[in-house]
């Protein structure tokens, strides 16, 4: 009778063991990491969107749709190295201290990890900044995090100068040795 019972509670273990494992490889995704194609590819497309918008909102000064973008903590470095906080990105909105009269962007970029978003730009820009004229292109990098409510925020953001391209003045260890 001992051995009976050993041998049932061995097999009850046994089958225990092979559920798990069943449960855990059924409920991995079907290619390894990360979402279904066609989901990535949706997740993909509702960033791009969001790009449009920060866009807009930036051309426009719409405060209210640049809060709803920006997450609490947002942290930006300007074009100009300042580093901004929502609140004082919002600020600079409101109290028109750029102003933007053309953004074109092309070269976008989207990169998914998770729930995080990369998007990199290249951005020709005109406007004024502190009151003084600005215009050039810039390389830019925004990072988007999809909330469980399924609502992306934008909680970083740092853009920076493309200078003029010059064989003067060459990478230091790039330069060549004689």
């Given at each position: 009778?001992a051995r009976?019972?050993?041998?049932?509670r061995?097999?009850r273990?046994g089958?225990l063991i092979?559920?798990?494992?069943?449960?855990?490889l059924?409920?991995?995704?079907?290619?390894?990491?990360?979402?279904?194609?066609?989901?990535?590819?949706?997740?993909?497309?509702?960033?791009?969107?969001?790009?449009?918008?920060w866009?807009?909102?930036?051309?426009?000064?719409?405060v209210?749709?640049?809060?709803?973008?920006?997450?609490?903590?947002?942290?930006?470095?300007?074009?100009?190295?300042?580093?901004?906080?929502?609140?004082?990105?919002?600020?600079?909105?409101?109290?028109?201290?750029?102003?933007?009269?053309?953004?074109?962007l092309d070269d976008v970029?989207?990169?998914l990890?998770?729930?995080?978003?990369?998007?990199?730009s290249?951005a020709?820009?005109?406007?004024?900044d502190?009151?003084?004229p600005?215009?050039g292109?810039?390389?830019?990098?925004?990072v988007?995090?999809?909330?469980?409510?399924?609502?992306w925020?934008?909680?970083?953001?740092?853009?920076?100068?493309?200078?003029?391209?010059?064989?003067?003045?060459p990478?230091?260890?790039?330069?060549k040795?004689e």
């Open positions: 009778m009976l019972i050993f041998h049932f061995t097999l273990l089958t092979l559920a798990t494992l069943a449960a855990a059924f409920s991995l995704p079907a290619h390894g990491v990360g979402p279904h194609p066609k989901r990535h590819d949706e997740l993909k497309r509702q960033v791009e969107k969001l790009e449009e918008v866009r807009t909102a930036q051309m426009n000064t719409d209210d749709a640049m809060d709803k973008l920006l997450s609490d903590d947002y942290i930006g470095i300007t074009m100009n190295g300042q580093v901004v906080t929502k609140t004082q990105q919002l600020d600079r909105m409101r109290n028109r201290t750029l102003v933007l009269t053309k953004m074109a970029k989207v990169k990890i998770g729930t995080t978003a990369i998007v990199m290249r020709e820009v005109e406007g004024t502190d009151g003084n600005m215009h292109n810039f390389r830019y990098m925004r988007y995090t999809r909330l469980p409510s399924g609502f925020k934008i909680t970083n953001f740092e853009a920076t100068r493309i200078g003029p391209q010059s064989d003067r003045h990478h230091p260890n790039t330069a040795s």
